[in-house]
């Protein structure tokens, strides 16, 4: 008899907790899908930008924000998070609600190539952020001093007839220009010396007077130097050629068929946001790179407009993690 009564209040406490399971999956899915039906936005939505206002990532940022801000209904409001090397402003996406109403404006410094450089930051780029699409990639334009090369392939030959005598210069330690430096270190077997700069501007500026050899920056920042022939360009670091530099020619096309480094930026949202407002988010924000505004803008800067699925977002990022984790261990690379 004791036996069985216990049986019975067991069999009602799992009836009730069973029920209550139940009872909290249906709320949970009720507000899920409430979530995913009601009209978006429902408010203005605030854009993080990890860096200060005036940077190229904020003012292409701005730019999709106004078209956004048109074709969403609401206000997109950009809030630059600046400091700690973009981390601030990826801890304040990680903990937004996943509602839709918070964007991360990442770039590849803040989701692959610092997180390659420290395993002990406060947030996981593929984990804590949900993809929504890559914006812009710009290229590097690899430039040496006229005394230093003729070519690409000449430069190349120069360095292993010269191992551990030549010198190039980058934007700073573990940033963008160093890691592709890196990369192309490792692919074509240079010996190198790296001299780091605090910025791409005292780069150029000690290539032009030929204190080092070589450098990585942007084209922007090398064309009038190239044009007025104080420094020579010799290769773009992007899969095809730039249209602004339509006789420059890549990496790829001197024997080095895998390499391929660009500086990129791109939209994500807290992880867990809905699907269905990923996709709008998706849609919207192909519409504004679209727009002749920002295609004047790519080509001023010769970079490549973006607009990748989510899927093909994600995947991207985490080949590029890969990538760079790979080259910051085989280069031993230190940032302190």
Request: one cysteine or more.
């Amino acid at each position: 008899m004791q036996e069985a009564r216990t049986r019975g209040i067991c069999f009602t406490l799992y009836a009730a907790i069973t029920a209550s399971a139940m009872l909290a999956a249906a709320s949970a899915g009720q507000a899920a899908e409430k979530a995913v039906t009601s009209p978006y936005p429902q408010r203005p939505i605030r854009g993080i930008v990890p860096y200060q206002p005036g940077g190229p990532t904020d003012v292409m940022a701005r730019l999709i924000a106004a078209k956004l801000s048109e074709s969403l209904g609401q206000q997109v409001i950009i809030d630059n998070r600046a400091g700690a090397t973009g981390i601030i402003a990826a801890t304040i996406v990680k903990q937004a609600p996943a509602d839709g109403h918070t964007l991360f404006f990442g770039t590849i410094t803040v989701l692959t190539t610092l997180p390659a450089l420290s395993n002990k930051l406060p947030y996981d780029p593929l984990r804590d952020f949900a993809p929504i699409t890559l914006t812009s990639s710009n290229p590097y334009i690899i430039a040496v001093h006229p005394s230093a090369a003729t070519s690409f392939s000449d430069f190349v030959e120069r360095v292993h007839a010269r191992p551990g005598q030549i010198t190039y210069g980058s934007a700073g330690t573990g940033g963008g220009a160093h890691l592709a430096a890196e990369l192309l270190r490792l692919t074509a077997k240079l010996d190198m010396i790296h001299v780091p700069y605090k910025g791409s501007g005292p780069a150029v500026t000690d290539l032009i007077a030929g204190q080092i050899q070589m450098s990585y920056s942007g084209p922007v920042t090398l064309a009038v130097h190239a044009r007025t022939g104080r420094v020579r360009a010799i290769a773009v670091t992007s899969r095809k050629r730039l249209p602004t530099w339509p006789d420059l020619p890549t990496v790829a096309e001197h024997g080095y068929p895998d390499y391929e480094a660009t500086s990129w930026q791109g939209v994500e949202a807290p992880a867990g946001t809905p699907p269905a407002i990923i996709d709008r988010l998706h849609r919207e924000i192909v519409k504004a790179l679209a727009s002749a505004e920002l295609q004047k803008r790519f080509a001023a800067e010769g970079a490549e407009m973006g607009g990748m699925p989510p899927a093909e977002f994600t995947r991207f990022i985490r080949d590029e993690a890969a990538k760079w984790k790979r080259v910051v261990r085989e280069a031993n690379i230190r940032v302190e």
